[in-house]
């Protein structure tokens, strides 16, 4: 087996050994699936209802217990033992099991059930596993947290008490790896959303719903500001696009045929039902419809931050990368079959010029294509799947960009590029998406007139660099700590005058650092200096400028940086200067 499945067998193997050990510890639990998972493993259980009618719960001190109990097992060595078994033996051996009897019986006709057992405990299981409990080290998993979870992620299912868990070869890399955990945590977006004051969710308003705070919302301007630069430079054209839309359009566009479960419910509106848009591109569509259009004209590249709403379950919902409304950085590009390559070439270049500016130039590159054995599932016949697939290529290659081919990950109306940013602890996060769509320019029956006199059907991208503004924004807070570049932060220098005496000095100075085109405040509180200059790392503001009596009589600055740095006095025309160039060449101090 390849390391990966090696893991992934531990790992699954560690599941058992666990739910053996809930078992002995509640005999009543019901059981409902443990699979393993990027970077461990969870179980599922149901515990039951207390007399109250409240569910049973594990605790932490339970984990420990857990975990006791599984190195008990671990060090008997039990060996794992597979068996296939027919429906009916499997429904007898689960009979007080109500969701692994659920998953029996929604098994195709013919499917093997297979079941694995060590010493007395039995799951039903695909496996595979190791040898035997004494494969897993006892010094090298950890039972990491509880958490509930919806029966098959349906929020009218029951909710059942899942414990994640983490098991490594060795112990060495479970420390590694715990170490880890530590450093993401320290970096968690919306931890450092409420201590900088940036974001937040209420349920008084809806989950999934982001609150901008002034120092996020400026933030905020500075990236759509930025955007919007770069992409009259790059020759698109910038829309506004209604919120809502008529039933009848996202019938046309097939949103409500193939993604209505991801919609919200229909209002109606003097006896016609409206939806709010989960996507901005039949409104783009319906701006290129407004009159014909010679190929002269084309490519068209409309783009806009346009905000949509899109129903996700609850239990996925996770600050600011999973959420209800986000604003896309869409666009969409109309053009003729002989541009497709080109076009495709300047969403590449305009991707690493964009991303590179924030910071991220580390990148994976997934190229999905059709599946060749069940071409039956995608629209457009395999001229137009060649044509657009190898468009996509040359344009990777051209760029000398390594890919990975996703075969049968393309969705039914074209083939796509997703680019992964790679943050500073390497973990990787999609954002840039460049999609053919043979679907859309057919529905609406887009054309254009071209030389010959006669209409075409012209090529039609969808392409997001950001993704959404609310999810890069996370990725932004977690890759830099919240230690924004300087053309980022907020407030890009505080001002601290050590005593009442020097604030008069230090509003001069602030007006004239604004005149600069800084972002500048000053701290007049009470706090002694050393307690003023803190409370700016805290905020993570990237210059500290203090001033006392000889400061202001030589009318410079000490300059310390948020990274505990003295870097001493300095004329305010040095500083001014050293700043600007940190956010002219957009990096940090």
């Known amino acids: 087996m390849s390391e990966q499945k090696d893991l992934d067998a531990l790992r699954h193997s560690t599941s058992h050994v666990m739910a053996e050990a809930v078992l002995s510890m509640f005999p009543e639990a019901k059981l409902g699936i443990g699979p393993p998972i990027e970077d461990g493993f969870y179980y599922d259980f149901d515990l039951g209802q207390e007399e109250d009618g409240s569910l049973i719960t594990f605790t932490a001190e339970d984990l420990g217990e857990i975990e006791a109990r599984m190195r008990d097992s671990i060090e008997a060595h039990k060996p794992f033992v597979r068996r296939e078994i027919s429906q009916e033996e499997a429904e007898e051996i689960f009979a007080d099991q109500p969701y692994k009897l659920e998953l029996i019986e929604d098994m195709e006709e013919g499917e093997v059930i297979s079941i694995y057992s060590h010493d007395g405990f039995t799951d039903l299981c695909k496996g595979p596993h190791v040898d035997n409990t004494g494969q897993i080290s ?19 299912r029951p909710m059942l008490q899942r414990i994640y868990g983490t098991v490594w070869p060795t112990q060495e890399e479970l420390e590694a790896y715990l170490q880890r955990l530590e450093e993401i945590e320290k970096r968690d977006h919306r931890r450092l959303g409420r201590e900088l004051d940036l974001f937040s969710t209420h349920e008084e308003s809806g989950a ?99 905000t949509v709403y899109r129903y996700e379950r609850s239990g996925v919902l996770h600050g600011l990368m999973r959420v209800r409304g986000f604003t896309q950085d869409d666009a969409h590009i109309i053009c003729r079959p002989d541009q497709i390559e080109d076009e495709i070439l300047g969403c590449l270049d305009l991707t690493s010029h964009i991303l590179g500016s924030f910071g991220f130039r580390d990148y994976e590159i997934a190229l999905s294509v059709r599946d060749p054995e069940h071409k039956e599932k995608y629209i457009g016949d395999d001229a137009m799947w060649e044509k657009a697939e190898g468009s996509l290529v040359k344009a990777l290659e051209r760029r000398n960009l390594p890919h990975k081919r996703m075969e049968g990950e393309a969705v039914f109306y074209g083939p796509k590029i997703d680019v992964h940013i790679k943050d500073a602890l390497g973990r990787l996060w999609q954002c840039t998406t460049i999609q053919f769509d043979f679907n859309v320019p057919e529905r609406f029956d887009m054309t254009y007139v071209g030389s010959d006199g006669r209409e075409h059907r012209p090529y039609m991208v969808h392409r997001t660099l950001l993704g959404s503004l609310e999810r890069f924004f996370g990725v932004l807070i977690e890759h830099y700590s919240g230690a924004f570049p300087v053309w980022l932060a907020p407030v890009q220098a505080r001002l601290i005058p050590i005593a009442d005496r020097h604030n008069d000095y230090a509003y001069r100075l602030r ?23 803190r409370q700016a790392q805290l905020e993570k503001i990237p210059y500290m400028l203090v001033m006392g009596d000889r400061e202001v009589a030589e009318e410079t600055v000490s300059l310390r940086l948020r990274t505990e740095e003295d870097l001493g006095p300095r004329s305010v025309a040095e500083f001014v200067k050293m700043a600007q160039q940190a956010i002219a060449e957009k990096r940090d101090l």
């Not at 705070?213 to 400026?218: N, Q, V, Y």
Request: proline share 5%; with cysteine.
């Open 138 to 156: 006892p010094n090298a998993f950890k039972l990491l947290s509880i958490a509930g979870a919806y029966w098959r992620g349906d929020e009218q």
């Open 208 to 306: 999934g719903l982001i609150h901008w705070h002034p120092k996020a919302g400026l933030v905020r301007t500075i990236i759509e500001d930025f955007w919007r630069q770069e992409h009259y430079k790059a020759g698109y054209e910038i829309v506004y696009s209604p919120h809502i839309g008529k039933a009848s359009l996202w019938q046309t566009s097939g949103h409500l045929h193939f993604y209505q479960e991801n919609m919200y419910s229909p209002m109606d509106i003097e006896g016609q039902e409206y939806f709010i848009k989960p996507m901005n591109c039949p409104f783009h569509i319906m701006i290129y419809k407004t009159r014909t259009r010679s190929y002269r004209e084309l490519p068209l590249r409309l783009a806009e931050l346009g």
């Open 511 to 533: 007006d004239e650092l604004k005149e600069a085109g800084l972002r500048v405040e000053v701290d007049d509180s009470d706090e002694r200096m050393q307690a003023k200059i």
